[in-house]
């Protein structure tokens, strides 16, 4: 395993610049809070603040390891972002998971209500394609390939057919290869796309692509593991007494599967494939590198 101790990188510098640009970015797609209807709007705004933006970052960290400028990947990172916030908006509705908390604070329909809930997720996802479509940075061939590619990874083939099984799978002993593909869809895809998102942008070699997405595929795996364990390991600490969500829901995890000693090695060896894979593609890989290290030291 590679050494992935925290430190400084030029891309870690201008992390803060990409958020700004995302934050630009979407402010100009979403109408202001005070747009009739205004509850709607207001709500919209609230279920897209906060959070860590990194599947934005991804495509930041992707187009620039390919030379594409900032502003032919806002418009991709801000759509990223937005079926991201739609995903999780419906995936806490009492019919899904019933969260009540979300990043520290009362969930949509919480904090609205369900109704309202329903409809921010509806569109946020529908100005996710709105904002590739509108893009000034971005040829006509490049957005009809963009909003395949991210509407390909929303739906039944990708992140909603991974949430339909995953609901599915609840008191079910899933084996290895059905977990992975569980979360190749339900984690995974919208991961993934932000890679073939920055390629198109860079109308990338066929090699490159393949790189990219091969990158993007062990990112996407790594992650979910990790969110296991980190799972387990919090479920460990608090002695049962606040058990999580997919334990508490009778789901399958990779450390459930694998035990938690391999759980961490295979998401360790994904990780660093994921890190030969960035290495291998043309270009300055750096962004590629400091993202894999970043996600991976993530405690929570």
Same mark, same amino acid.
């Given at each position: 395993?590679?050494?992935?101790?925290?430190?400084?990188?030029?891309?870690?510098?201008? #992390?803060?610049?990409?958020?700004?640009?995302?934050? %630009?970015?979407?402010?100009?797609?979403?109408? +202001?809070?005070?747009? *009739?209807?205004?509850?709607?709007?207001?709500?919209?705004?609230?279920?897209?603040?906060?959070?860590?933006?990194?599947?934005?970052?991804?495509?930041?960290?992707?187009?620039?390891?390919?030379?594409?400028?900032?502003?032919?990947?806002?418009?991709? $990172?801000?759509?990223?972002?937005?079926?991201?916030?739609?995903?999780?908006?419906?995936?806490?509705?009492?019919?899904? *998971? &019933?969260?009540?908390?979300?990043?520290?604070?009362?969930?949509?329909?919480? $904090?609205?209500?369900?109704? =309202?809930?329903?409809?921010?997720?509806?569109?946020?996802?529908?100005?996710?394609?709105? #904002?590739?479509?509108?893009?000034?940075?971005?040829?006509?061939?490049?957005?009809?390939?963009?909003?395949?590619?991210?509407?390909?990874?929303?739906?039944?083939?990708?992140? #909603?057919?991974?949430?339909? #099984?995953?609901? @599915?799978?609840? &008191?079910?002993?899933?084996?290895? +290869?059905?977990?992975?593909?569980?979360?190749?869809?339900?984690?995974? @895809?919208?991961?993934?796309? =932000?890679?073939?998102?920055?390629?198109?942008?860079?109308?990338? =070699?066929?090699?490159?692509?393949?790189?990219?997405?091969?990158?993007?595929?062990?990112?996407?795996?790594?992650?979910?593991?990790?969110?296991?364990?980190?799972?387990?390991?919090?479920?460990?600490?608090?002695?049962?007494? =606040?058990?999580?969500?997919?334990?508490?829901?009778?789901?399958?995890?990779?450390?459930?599967?694998?035990?938690?000693?391999?759980?961490?090695?295979?998401?360790?060896?994904?990780?660093?494939?994921?890190? &030969?894979?960035? %290495?291998?593609?043309?270009?300055? @890989?750096?962004?590629?590198?400091?993202?894999?290290?970043?996600?991976?030291? %993530?405690?929570?």
């Amino acid at each position: 395993m590679s050494s992935t101790s925290p430190k400084a990188s030029a891309f870690d510098s201008r #992390v803060p610049a990409y958020l700004q640009r995302l934050e %630009r970015t979407t402010d100009a797609v979403l109408p +202001p809070a005070s747009t *009739d209807p205004a509850r709607l709007h207001e709500a919209i705004r609230y279920a897209c603040e906060g959070g860590k933006h990194l599947r934005a970052l991804m495509v930041y960290a992707a187009g620039e390891t390919l030379g594409v400028t900032p502003e032919q990947l806002d418009a991709a $990172a801000c759509s990223v972002e937005l079926i991201h916030a739609y995903s999780l908006v419906h995936d806490d509705l009492p019919g899904m *998971d &019933n969260d009540d908390l979300r990043r520290g604070r009362p969930t949509v329909h919480k $904090a609205y209500d369900e109704a =309202t809930a329903i409809l921010v997720g509806d569109t946020l996802q529908t100005s996710a394609f709105e #904002v590739l479509a509108t893009s000034d940075a971005l040829d006509d061939a490049q957005k009809v390939q963009m909003i395949r590619a991210l509407a390909h990874a929303s739906g039944s083939l990708g992140m #909603v057919g991974g949430q339909a #099984v995953d609901m @599915a799978s609840e &008191n079910l002993t899933l084996t290895l +290869p059905q977990l992975e593909s569980l979360h190749a869809r339900k984690t995974g @895809a919208l991961i993934l796309v =932000t890679c073939q998102l920055a390629a198109i942008a860079a109308n990338a =070699t066929e090699a490159t692509r393949k790189g990219l997405e091969h990158y993007g595929r062990c990112i996407g795996l790594a992650f979910q593991i990790q969110d296991d364990v980190l799972d387990q390991i919090a479920d460990t600490a608090t002695l049962g007494k =606040t058990a999580g969500k997919d334990l508490a829901q009778h789901k399958s995890t990779f450390p459930s599967l694998l035990g938690l000693e391999q759980a961490q090695q295979r998401a360790h060896a994904l990780f660093d494939e994921a890190r &030969n894979a960035a %290495r291998g593609i043309a270009g300055h @890989a750096e962004p590629l590198l400091w993202l894999a290290d970043h996600i991976q030291q %993530r405690d929570h």
